[in-house]
């Protein structure tokens, strides 16, 4: 049994989600159709097991343009008729889940699912006209087969929001039972794990950590790099460039605090795995980032830069505060977001066009 993946924006949290279930469903043979985003699909590939297959879809671009969109069109359908039979085509991000769709009802397809993971029309880096162009282009793309999936309630809520039903189904990551975690108090050291870029805001980011360049013992990570590099200026920050897991995992472990500063998300897979370690959040109130705090019990969401530093300097003044939070970020990651919840209930959707008795599961 096979199922196609199809990603244009084959990049962060998209390739981590296509691995996660690939690796969660072995009994499943999957094939990822991807296009190009600077990522090293060499090193990438070797990242995925056995079961997963790639081809390149080669025409994909991330903008709009009638001309290469209709090119990319033709490959895919190309792609997908050579590679029939399989059990459903998972879509991911805006322009997969339209073309995808598209193709999918030209070539007659039933089982077809499409996640957006951050919405398009959410965005705040477009105009206004732009803004419109993609809510007319998700409300049109709605009457194509498919199920749309969102990774958040509150990206669900945005969708509904325009006139487009979806379901939920949080993203989800391992967890370790074993991790102990280990406070410090010598250093208090926030750390973000993202691409720096205009979703990310890392300009709020940068005058958070201004506010603390007199207080040595604050030290801010980046994790990560990207175009905008340069707006992370505060002598107090230290910027990792692109690491492997296992170094994001060390920063991650050494950390007091996750803060995020994004403008809008799906459901950013670096907030559960900072989760994972007992961290506590302090993340921006947009779309995404609203579903993984629990106001009081696992951390803050703020509104303004002055709000957050004022959530900084309350966990500094008191440190029991931080281990409170950071057991009610693993119970509640536990409880809501594992990769059993979010596989279980995909596979279910992957073999519902096949004549397989059926789990029912409650959608949250």
Not at 49 to 77: M, Y
Not at 180 to 196: G, L, P, T
Not at 228 to 242: A, C, D, E, M
């Amino acid at each position: 049994m096979k199922i196609i993946h199809v990603a244009e924006a084959f990049e962060g949290g998209i390739i981590e989600i296509i691995r996660l279930l690939s690796l969660h469903m072995p009994d499943l043979e999957h094939l990822v159709v991807h296009g190009n985003r600077q990522v090293d699909m060499e090193k990438e590939k070797l990242t995925f097991p056995e079961n997963v297959k790639f081809i390149h879809w080669k025409t994909a671009k991330r903008e709009i343009g009638l001309f290469d969109d209709f090119k990319a069109f033709i490959e895919l359908k190309k792609i997908l008729k050579q590679n029939k039979p399989f059990e459903a085509l998972h879509l991911y991000s805006s322009k997969a889940g339209f073309l995808g769709r598209l193709a999918g009802k030209v070539l007659g397809f039933k089982n077809i699912i499409y996640s957006p993971q951050g919405a398009s029309f959410e965005r705040k880096d477009i105009s206004a006209f732009k803004k419109k162009l993609f809510i007319f282009l998700e409300k049109n793309a709605s009457a194509l087969p498919g199920k749309i999936i969102s990774a958040s309630k509150s990206e669900q809520k945005i969708f509904e929001d325009i006139g487009v039903q979806s379901t939920c189904i949080y993203n989800g990551v391992t967890l370790d039972e074993t991790y102990q975690k280990s406070y410090q108090n010598d250093e208090f050291i926030i750390v973000n794990a993202a691409r720096i870029s205009e979703q990310k805001n890392p300009q709020l980011f940068n005058k958070i950590a201004s506010a603390f360049v007199n207080q040595p013992r604050v030290k801010f990570v980046w994790i990560g790099n990207g175009p905008l590099h340069n707006q992370l200026t505060s002598p107090n920050i230290t910027v990792t460039g692109w690491v492997g897991k296992e170094e994001v995992e060390k920063h991650l472990k050494s950390a007091s605090l996750y803060l995020s500063t994004a403008l809008w998300e799906g459901l950013p897979l670096s907030v559960l795995e900072a989760m994972k370690f007992h961290l506590p959040l302090l993340l921006s109130n947009c779309v995404g980032n609203v579903d993984l705090v629990e106001n009081g019990k696992n951390g803050f969401s703020y509104t303004s830069c002055d709000e957050a530093i004022q959530k900084i300097n309350d966990y500094l003044a008191d440190p029991h505060l931080v281990e409170i939070h950071g057991n009610g970020s693993y119970n509640l990651l536990k409880r809501e977001f594992s990769i059993d919840k979010m596989k279980d209930k995909f596979k279910e959707i992957y073999l519902s066009e096949i004549n397989l008795p059926a789990v029912n599961y409650h959608f949250t």
